[in-house]
Structure formats: C-alpha cells, structure tokens
C-alpha cells in the first residue's frame, strides 16, 4: 500500500495561478464574514437553495434523477419517496443536513466517514450502508461504440481500511501543524480518497459530501449559501478528465494532484463570487427596487437562456409569482424571448439575436 506524507506538500513550489486561486478565496471568505453578520436573517432563503441544489445536482452526477417538483416537495417533507432514486436523493439530504449542522462535532476519522455513509444509503435500505467495500471495485470508461474499459482500480479490499485511517491521519497531522494552507490540503485528500474508493456505492457523493465538511471545518462557510454540487454538475466533464489525471500513477505515488486541485479551488472560487453576487441582488431589494427591477438587472446580465427557475435562485428574496409576472412583463415589452412550453420553457435577451 502507498504511503501518504500531507506533510512533503509543505515543501512543495506552487504555481502561480493556484497561489492566486488561494489568496482570492482567501479576501472573499474575510468579506463574506462580514456579510453574514450584517444581513443573517436574509441569507436564510439562500441556504435552502443551496440544499436543495446541492441535493440534486450531487445526485444528478450518479445517474440519481427525479423532477424539481418532487425535489421541492420532498425538501419540504410534503411528499414521501416513491422509487429508489428518491430513497437515494432523501438519504443525501440527511447527511446534508448533518453536516450543515453539526460539522464541528465530526472529525476526520474512519468511524464518523463510516456512520456518514451508512446515513447516505439507509433509506434506500441498502445492506453494505456503513461499511466498506468487500470486493474489488473498478472505475470504468464506456467509450463511444459502447465498450467498456477499466480506466483505473482502487486499492484491494483487504488494503482500504488501512488506507482510510492513513489518509485520515495524514490530513490531522498536516492540519495541526499549519504548515499547509488548508485550500491545498483538501483537495489531496478527496483525491486520495476517491483512489482508494472505499465504498461499493456511494463514492463519488460521499466525495461530495466530505469537501463541504472539511471546508466547513477550516472556516469555508461558502457551501452553507450555494451549492457547490451544482458547480461541479456543470463542470462534469472537466471533473472526470482531472480526475482521471491524478489517478495516473497513483499506486506507486508518482500521480499528480495539481489539476484537481486547480479545478477544486475554481470550483469554491466560483461559488465565492456567486454568493457575493446573489447578496448584490438581495441588497438591491432592500433599497427598495421593485421586484421587476431586481429580475430586469438579472436578465441583464445573464447570457445565453435560462429558464424561470434560475431567475428564482439567483433572485432569493423575491417570490416566484412576482418573478413569473416579471418575465411576462420583459418579453411583453421586447427586453426577452420566450421559446418552449411548460417545463421546457427558457428565455432569451432579445439583443442576443442576430436577426
């Protein structure tokens, strides 16, 4: 088995852009500090935004799927889960919601990764919840005629226990001896994680889920108010071609992290500015701009379509009935174009059209 040093990342020279990525995150987590303390009260909508993103869009990226309708309705404890996927999605939200919660009760340790994983599958009902994994599993790649190969393959069952304590131990080593900025040290061990792929399910949200914790552990309170699931869903493809740079090599620890680690801090970086952009939008709300203001200086700046549940995240204090009437009111007046009916419905900036 590999050995795992958190420590040797202290003695390592970085790129510029990472150093960069690093010290941006680092001004926006002192200003969004600030703003949580000044407007606690409105930030409320955007954390349950965020859960709910989160929820599915970590799920979306497994192949777990169910409509927004039914997303917003299990959220709201309205509906019970019909299907396995939902069962599935439920148990994410549990873990979620701990997390969120209770982060500064969970440390880094086997046993806590464990019982976090036994809560994402128990709904579903699944036996090997909460334990790992008893036969060796595979990543693999379905090329475009439908053939499959294994692109990589984890450490052996008899291994992952040993490996899981390690890297735990590695990451509190590295951590109390602050010599490593936390921004680069987390993404080390959700790389190393995911090669060692503990699990016989669940892996990739589990992933997920223990970024957010580790942020949330160091300070990063960013993922409370959006969903860096989402980002991730969005940027599905960049994810997997990094990933499978940093497992090349990886057994006999010649891999190289960089490009995940690159792609991790612009992924939290990503979600920084959104943040301080959908508080720009609450703001303009408490100035007393109409509802139809706060949805016309979205659409301003939004390009390419999107459809009326965007307008709805990304304007958190105004109601979906006030943005529904909003955008009537902009395609009336020639501002937007509407295409689609139903759930299929999206707009458009009408001077984005080339005619």
């Given at each position: ?89 439920m ?37 090997y ?106 940027t ?13 090599g ?5 891999n ?60 958190p ?24 009916r ?14």
């Amino acid at each position: 088995m590999r050995s795992f040093d958190y420590l040797a990342l202290a003695k390592k020279s970085w790129d510029t852009d990472i150093l960069n990525l690093v010290a941006r995150i680092h001004e926006y987590k002192g200003r969004q500090e600030l703003l949580i303390t000044q407007k606690p009260a409105e930030l409320d909508r955007l954390v349950e935004i965020a859960r709910i993103q989160s929820t599915e869009a970590s799920n979306k990226i497994e192949g777990i799927v169910t409509t927004s309708t039914r997303m917003k309705q299990l959220f709201a404890d309205k509906t019970t889960p019909r299907n396995r996927d939902e069962r599935e999605i439920m148990g994410y939200r549990d873990v979620l919601n701990t997390i969120h919660e209770s982060h500064e009760f969970i440390p880094i340790r086997l046993s806590y990764i464990l019982q976090l994983h036994r809560d994402l599958l128990k709904r579903a009902g699944l036996s090997y919840g909460g334990q790992l994994k008893t036969v060796q599993n595979y990543i693999n790649e379905t090329k475009p005629d439908g053939t499959s190969m294994t692109r990589f393959t984890p450490v052996p069952p008899y291994e992952t226990e040993a490996a899981v304590i390690a890297i735990c131990a590695a990451y509190e080593k590295a951590i109390v001896s602050e010599l490593i900025d936390p921004l680069i040290l987390i993404p080390v061990f959700i790389c190393d994680f995911l090669c060692i792929h503990p699990f016989n399910d669940g892996n990739g949200r589990m992933s997920r889920l223990l970024t957010l914790l580790l942020l949330y552990k160091n300070g990063y309170n960013v993922g409370k108010y959006i969903s860096m699931e989402k980002q991730i869903e969005k940027t599905k493809d960049r994810y997997y071609e990094v990933l499978e740079g940093a497992n090349a090599g990886w057994h006999e620890e010649r891999n190289d992290p960089i490009p995940f680690i690159r792609y991790l801090l612009q992924v939290i970086l990503s979600c920084c500015t959104e943040f301080e952009d959908r508080v720009g939008q609450m703001a303009a709300i408490s100035v007393k701009s109409t509802s139809y203001d706060v949805v016309r200086r979205f659409v301003e700046g939004k390009i390419g379509k999107f459809a009326s549940s965007d307008v709805v995240a990304n304007c958190p204090g105004v109601g979906r009935s006030s943005i529904l009437s909003a955008l009537t009111k902009l395609v009336e007046e020639g501002t937007l174009m509407r295409y689609g009916r139903g759930r299929s419905t999206y707009y458009v900036r009408a001077d984005s059209s080339d005619d």
